[in-house]
C-alpha cells in the first residue's frame, strides 16, 4: 500500500465549477500536511499547507482528518488556469507525495 | 541563488553509461532533497541531507545511485551503469531549516533522464 492515496483523475471540469480532491495516508503519526500544484513539465509548488481545523485561500479550501487519515482539497469557481495536477504531501522527516490528480477546466 | 538551480535541464545517456546531475540550493538553506519522478507519478523520495551530512538515504532504489553534498551547499547525484528504468525527472528541493516541521520545500526545475 502506498504511503499517500489519491483520486487518480483525470477531473475534467468546466469553468466555474466546484471540484473536489481526496487523499488518504497510511502513517497515522505523521505531523504536516501540504497540496502541491504542478504544472506539465515544470515542478511542483506549494499551493497550500492543511490545517486539522480546515483552512482557506480565496476559492482554495483544505481540511484534514486526522482520525480518517484523510486530506482533502476543494476548488471553487474553476479558472482555466487551474488546470494542472495536484499533489497530496503528508511529511513527517520528509515530503512523500501521492500519484497527483490531474485537472482540466474547460472554457 | 534567488532559486533552486539543477543542471543539466535534459541529459541523455546510453544504457550503461554513468550520469552526474547537478543541484544547487537556495543560498544558506540547510535541508536537500532529492526525488525522482517517473512520467504519471508523484515525486517518490530518494535521499535527504542535513548541511553535509546525509541523514536519509532510504529512497535511493539502488546501489547504482549515490549522493553527495560535500560542502553543505552544492549537491551531486551520481548513477552509475545507468538502466532504461531509471529515465525520469530528478527534483532537487531545499529548505531553510532542518526536515521536520510544518513547511514546505522549494523546488527546482528537476533534470530530465533518459536512457537509451
Known amino acids: 500500500r502506498k504511503e499517500v492515496e489519491q483520486d487518480p483523475g483525470p477531473f475534467n471540469v468546466p469553468e466555474g465549477a466546484t471540484v473536489a480532491f481526496n487523499c488518504t495516508y497510511s502513517?497515522?503519526?505523521?505531523?504536516?500536511f501540504f497540496w502541491y500544484r504542478q504544472d506539465c513539465r515544470k515542478e511542483p509548488k506549494l499551493l497550500m499547507s492543511?490545517?486539522?481545523s480546515g483552512n482557506e485561500d480565496g476559492r482554495f479550501t483544505a481540511q484534514l482528518n486526522r482520525a480518517s487519515q484523510y486530506i482533502s482539497l476543494l476548488i471553487r469557481d474553476s479558472k482555466l488556469s487551474d488546470s494542472a495536477t495536484y499533489l497530496c504531501?503528508?511529511?513527517?522527516?520528509?515530503?512523500?507525495f501521492g500519484a497527483g490528480t490531474r485537472l482540466t477546466v474547460k472554457p | 541563488g534567488a532559486g533552486v538551480s539543477q543542471s543539466p535541464r535534459y541529459k541523455v545517456a546510453k544504457r550503461g553509461q554513468d550520469v552526474a546531475l547537478r543541484c544547487d540550493p537556495i543560498?544558506?538553506?540547510?535541508?536537500l532533497f532529492w526525488y525522482q519522478q517517473a512520467l504519471g507519478q508523484g515525486p517518490e523520495f530518494l535521499t535527504y541531507?542535513?548541511?553535509?551530512?546525509?541523514?536519509?538515504k532510504s529512497g535511493l532504489p539502488s546501489d547504482r545511485f549515490f549522493a553527495e553534498r560535500p560542502e553543505g551547499s552544492v549537491s551531486t547525484l551520481k548513477i552509475q551503469r545507468t538502466q532504461q528504468e531509471d529515465s525520469a525527472v530528478y527534483l532537487c528541493?531545499?529548505?531553510?531549516?532542518?526536515?521536520?516541521?510544518?513547511?514546505?520545500?522549494?523546488f527546482g526545475s528537476g533534470t530530465r533522464l533518459t536512457v537509451v
Open positions: 541531507f542535513q548541511n553535509e551530512a546525509q541523514l536519509d
Open positions: 543560498s544558506g538553506h540547510v535541508s
Open positions: 504531501v503528508v511529511k513527517d522527516n520528509d515530503m512523500r
Open positions: 528541493a531545499s529548505s531553510l531549516r532542518p526536515s521536520s516541521g510544518d513547511y514546505g520545500y522549494t
Open positions: 502513517n497515522s503519526a505523521s505531523q504536516s
Open positions: 492543511v490545517y486539522s
